[in-house]
């Protein structure tokens, strides 16, 4: 592989409340257009935090001015938007799933509480557009059990060989519980297009609580079958640990052993091709500072060392790059000093990949893109 070209969708402006563009996602669309999206904000976790989105009709070397289609109040609270996802149902049918975290029960707090590794308030909510994105629907919101807690968004909505949507979360803690944390991954399966959602089935989850599994990332293969990639975390020692890679041949239901990859640490939406291949970005944060991405043959197969492109490396030194050690609720604390990461990858009609991510310092965050040639 090998960076064809690369650019910038948007522009961080310090000092305003878009001085943060952070956490984006890529949507080629059905008329040849990319549609992304990112959250901008004061900062990387601010209470004025919301969604905008982006349209590219020349293959992302030029971008609209940007949108800001969505409220930030949900059932009379005052929130913010985290991240947003697009799904593209065909037919002009686009559902967007997006994280709202509430800003008005706990005024002034950050996301996560250190001292209890509970979140604020959130919830998932979708909005449908029936037009490529140009207009979107109110919000609604995805009814889940307590026993979910806040629930985190870290994936698109997958469309299933069955027909059936699922949605992938994963579970916290509620914001001043200091109970344990039995963290795990549940899909909500959906068979009326988003309308209303199933009641939550696990996927993944280490019953002791020992390991964690955060940002799983998922893509459904040309064969059906569900490839996941997990940012992994031991909470006994404290460590990141390489990506692990899970494959499920019937939607969710089951799930082969966990693969270690052999690298670190947090994964990307992988980008599959119509014949099967996958491109896998990842950010390594501790050890190379810099983002990555390797090709494999298929969902199965290792991902080649002799394909790896560097996409970023951090030049500056940053808070973060002495990061990645102390207990969970240090951690969680210091994702919000990260200055660049969450990769987004996506397959593009042509045979390329772009991969969207953030990057900057601690005054200004932009999001960038990059083309991959393969």
């Known amino acids: ?74 059932n009379g609270l005052n929130g913010s938007l985290r991240v947003g996802y697009i799904t593209d149902l065909g037919n002009g049918h686009l559902l967007l799933a997006a994280m709202w975290v509430d800003r008005q029960t706990y005024p002034g707090q950050p996301l996560f509480n250190e001292e209890t590794e509970g979140c604020l308030p959130m919830e998932i909510v979708l909005a449908d557009s ?44 509620t914001y001043l519980d200091r109970g344990q944390w039995l963290q795990r991954v549940v899909y909500l399966y959906s068979e009326d297009q988003g309308q209303t959602w199933s009641d939550p089935v696990t996927t993944c989850q280490d019953p002791t609580g020992r390991i964690f599994n955060w940002d799983q990332r998922a893509g459904v293969c040309p064969d059906g079958r569900v490839v996941t990639f ?22 969710g239901a089951t799930w082969s052993a966990p693969d270690d990859l052999g690298f670190p640490d947090q994964a990307a939406h992988p980008a599959i091709l119509p014949d ?69 990858s996506a397959a593009l009609p042509d045979g390329d990949v772009m991969v969207v991510y953030y990057a900057g310092d601690d005054a200004c965050m932009e999001v960038r893109w990059a083309r991959l040639s393969l």
Do not use: C
């Open 1 to 74: 592989m090998k960076i064809s070209n690369q650019g910038i969708i948007n522009r961080g402006q310090p000092n305003t409340p878009r001085a943060f563009s952070t956490f984006p996602a890529l949507t080629p669309l059905a008329d040849g257009s990319l549609l992304s999206t990112y959250r901008v904000g004061s900062s990387k976790d601010s209470a004025d935090g919301t969604i905008e989105l982006k349209r590219s009709d020349d293959g992302g070397q030029s971008w609209s001015d940007p949108a800001t289609p969505f409220a930030t109040t949900l």
């Open 230 to 251: 997990t940012w992994t975390y031991d909470r006994q020692t404290t460590q990141y640990l390489n990506i692990q890679r899970h494959i499920s041949s019937d939607e």
């Open 276 to 344: 099967g291949r996958v491109v896998l970005a990842w950010v390594d944060r501790f050890q190379s500072h810099s983002i990555r991405a390797r090709l494999a043959p298929a969902a199965d197969a290792p991902f080649d060392a002799n394909t790896e492109v560097e996409l970023y490396r951090q030049t500056v030194e940053s808070p973060q790059s002495a990061a990645g050690q102390g207990d969970t609720g240090d951690l969680l604390a210091e994702m919000g000093l990260w200055s660049f990461g969450l990769p987004f």
């Open 130 to 173: 029936h037009d490529l994105g140009h207009t979107w629907s109110d919000w609604r919101v995805v009814s889940v059990p307590p026993d979910v807690g806040p629930p985190s968004l870290t994936n698109p909505v997958l469309i299933l060989p069955s027909g059936r949507l699922a949605l992938s979360i994963e579970t916290n803690k």
